[in-house]
């Protein structure tokens, strides 16, 4: 017959900390014995206060304690495994300081496994039985252990408080009902916490609702910042190869310049009157060049420069003469005067468009958009240098001031055939693309029955034909006539309130589909606002139609 399991040899040779059976038992000065290492975690735990007690009977010892390990009562509890000691079983699971200790155990207590609301205690496995086969206990609700059974107690009548009080917000006995809040408001607190439960799950919906959307937008924004990240990357990555190539360019040409003064030199060292002939000529050649090089260096769209640089003339090759005496005067001095002149012209150009793109990259929004700016001051921080763009000239207009005026001629200008010039309408588009926020100022000069359009527009917007700004889908514009306004979209008009002034501001969010114009006399007074999705970057346009009518965008300082 196997031998039968003692259970004070249990509890004897077990650890109190871990409750299993002793491994590499250590006994302490005050005769209480541990495993090993549970004894030595508990000691570091207390290390800081700089004294260590012993779990049982809480004796302290300073310093800490050398232990042993004790060979003898290793040896019995390995025995007395043998012989049938084995881990103590569920109902034998103790209760530690963290855990709520069954109420009807005696000595060492067990953890409890359930609380009672109605008979106000906790109960183990073992003593939870009652409560899980007995009939009248069946009724009770049982609930995970607690130890603030105490709080269901009125403390005046030591009544169990199953009544809520609405008046007062507070639970109440049967007694308390009947005394002090007799004439409230009350109800079971099982009712009240029926409702309150409903009002729980709202609550939570709600929250769980919140949670939802709030994590959409951590996703948006994570995809905006992969987005922006990305964008930036590749405009650094364009723009070092537009910079790379812009100065493979400039050794090129320094490189030409330096072959072609040599050959000169070469060719020319024995005559002078024949040198002297040459270099004015090639003076003239350089002139000629240098003007063309003036007109490509003005041109801002850098597609359009890459586009015409290679067109550029060769300069034309030297003459020899004889009997020419050979005279000791620098005869390269103009090359170099006219090299440095390209310098300082490059220079001028660099820091323009430098401080031009610094101002530009301010301008990109991620989040939301800001508000509008409210004055004149505000709306500075965001100018744009506009100018009009030669090629999309109507045959009619004059452009002048640096292309940041039109006007209306009669007779003909002699602009050469370009894909992007309008045809019909009297139109004419800026340069530059617009986007994030913009803005700029039109001084526009009407005669009598005159009228000039302010707009802006996508770029393939239609050059022949019906392409009249505000009369399709792909422009906006505001129309200055007489004394008034009309703004037209898509092919439908609409009046504008406000006297006419000389000068329009127009503002731009691009990002946030704000299109604004104001009126700028004394003061600035909106004139008419559209909110849309533009879809493409956007250009300023320009529609001049009755003779002596002008339009120019202003420097803004």
Known sequence: MAQQENPLDRERFSCSICLDPLRDPVTTVCGHS???????????????????????????????????????????????????????????????????????????????????????????????????????????????????????????????????????????????????????????????????????????????????????????????????????????EDSEEIFTEMIRLLKKISSDVKQQIRSQQEAEVSRVRERQERLEQEITELKRKDHELKQLSDTEDHNQFLHNYPSLSPLSESTHSSSIRIRPLRFFEHVTAAVSQVRGRLQDILSETETKILQIVPRVDVLLPQPEPRTRADFLKYSQEITLDPNTAHINHLLSDGNRKVTFMRKEQSYSNHPDRFTVWRQV??????????????????????????????????????????????????????????????????????????????????????????????????????????????YAGVQVSNAGDTAEFCKLK
């Open 429 to 538: 588009l800026s340069r530059e693309s617009l986007t994030g926020r913009c803005y700029w100022e039109l001084e526009v000069g009407v005669e009598a029955l005159g009228g000039v359009g302010v707009a802006v527009t996508y770029k393939n917007i239609s050059r022949a034909g019906e392409c009249s700004f505000g009369f399709n889908d792909k422009s906006w514009m505001l129309f200055c006539h007489g004394n008034s306004y009309s703004f037209y979209y898509n092919n439908i008009w609409t009046p504008v309130s406000g006297p006419r002034s000389s000068r329009v501001r127009v503002y731009l969010d691009h990002s946030a589909g704000v299109l604004s114009f104001y009126r700028v006399s004394d003061t600035m007074t909106l004139l008419h606002r559209v909110q849309t999705t533009f879809t493409q970057p956007l």
């Open 34 to 236: 541990y495993c090993l290492s549970c004894i030595n975690t508990h000691w570091d735990k207390e290390g800081e206060r700089g004294s260590y007690s012993c779990p049982q009977c809480r004796q302290t010892f300073t310093p800490r304690p050398v232990l042993g390990k004790s060979t003898m009562l290793a040896d019995l509890v390995e025995e007395l495994k043998k012989t049938g000691l084995r881990a103590a079983p569920a109902d034998h699971c103790y209760a530690g300081p963290e855990d709520v200790a069954c109420d009807v155990c005696t000595g060492r207590k067990l953890k409890a496994l359930k609380s009672c609301l109605v008979c106000l205690s906790s109960y183990c496995e073992k003593h939870l039985q009652p409560h899980l086969q007995s009939a009248p206990f069946k009724k009770h609700k049982l609930v995970e252990p607690s130890e603030k059974l105490q709080e269901n107690i009125c403390s005046r009548h030591n009544e169990v408080m199953k009544i809520f009080c609405r008046t007062d917000q507070q639970c109440i006995c049967y007694l308390c009902s009947m005394d002090d809040h007799k004439d409230h408001d009350t109800v079971s607190a099982a009712a009240e916490r029926t409702e309150r439960q409903r009002e729980l799950g709202l609550r939570r919906q709600t929250i769980q609702q919140r949670v939802q959307d709030t994590e959409k937008d951590v996703k948006m924004l994570q995809q905006e910042e992969v987005a922006v990240n990305g964008s930036a990357d590749k405009a650094v």
